[in-house]
């Protein structure tokens, strides 16, 4: 992992986009967090994750973008399997990604990834879009949930818009409603790790790095973009956003995985503890889910 500061990042990618391209790209992940409340602290991180929206622009723009950052010297990253360009005959979810080295530097990488589709149902599996670049054939990644950071996602002074803390917390709590037995690679965490406690102590990160305030803002704020991007689903999203969430915690060795991806993350250096974390995931617990809960079951009886 390198240790990023996160508007040097932003800098340099909007540096080598055009205006048009610099929004429809929203900054996700540990970056955006940092960005919105690190108080100028940097992160360690080996992946920028970039969301390209809306969905209907994903493909068109994500291919503009790809070739942009290429012909800039952004380079392919490494990788034995996924390190080359697919031909146009590789079916989407065989393609390589497009992630790209900055120039000179091959110790991060950026990811394109595409808003998922509105008109469909949100879900936990990933789709997989294809792109022809000047390059070589690729592909984008949706996920269901991450299409939450559209609705408030706010414009960096690069031009290049940002994730909110909030929305990045319920697109991970909806997206893993039991902690799921999928491992993350034991290279990025030191030995190996539940994606789900990942994601789901992310959460707790945000919660810490952002203090009650920002956390008791949580609620209202998650109602008002459920009600917005999926109307006929928010009640139903909004009862069951916790479960996985509350499940992490019933488990030592959960909360003790998604305890250490946060302080080799975003709260590195912080020295957060069990005790902290479990006492910061009840904040989110009484001061963001049961107040989204209630909203939901008065929202749904009117």
Not at 142 to 158: I, K, M, N, R, T
Request: proline share 7%.
């Amino acid at each position: 992992m390198s240790y990023l500061q996160p508007a040097q990042v932003l800098q340099q990618l909007a540096e080598t986009l055009t205006p048009e391209q610099r929004d429809k790209v929203i900054i996700v992940g540990s970056l955006a967090a940092a960005y919105s409340l690190g108080g100028g602290r940097g992160v360690y991180t080996k992946d920028v994750d970039t969301m390209i929206a809306p969905h209907a622009a994903a493909i068109v723009t994500g291919e503009e973008v790809a070739n942009q950052l290429m012909g800039g010297k952004w380079t392919l990253r490494r990788d034995e399997r996924w390190g080359q360009p697919a031909s146009a005959d590789v079916p989407p979810d065989r393609r390589p990604l497009v992630r790209l080295h900055p120039p000179d530097n091959d110790q991060w990488f950026i990811e394109l990834m595409a808003a998922p589709d509105q008109a469909q149902a949100p879900k936990l599996e990933r789709d997989f879009y294809p792109i022809a670049t000047k390059h070589g054939h690729f592909s984008l990644v949706s996920f269901g949930y991450l299409g939450l950071v559209q609705h408030d996602a706010v414009a960096s002074e690069f031009g290049v818009r940002v994730a909110t803390p909030a929305m990045m917390a319920m697109a991970n709590m909806l997206h893993h409603p039991a902690v799921g037995p999928d491992l993350i690679n034991g290279e990025d965490f030191g030995r190996p790790i539940k994606r789900s406690n990942k994601d789901l102590g992310r959460v707790v990160s945000l919660a810490i790095l952002g203090d009650t305030a920002e956390v008791e803002s949580w609620a209202p704020r998650w109602w008002e973009a459920l009600q917005a991007m999926y109307p006929d689903l928010a009640p139903e999203l909004a009862g069951r956003a916790g479960t996985g969430f509350r499940q992490m915690l019933t488990s030592v060795e959960d909360v003790d995985q998604a305890l250490h991806t946060c302080n080799v993350g975003l709260l590195a250096s912080m020295g957060i503890d069990h005790e902290a974390f479990k006492r910061y995931a009840i904040v989110v617990i009484e001061e963001a889910l049961k107040p989204l809960e209630d909203l939901a079951k008065r929202g749904s009886v009117s």
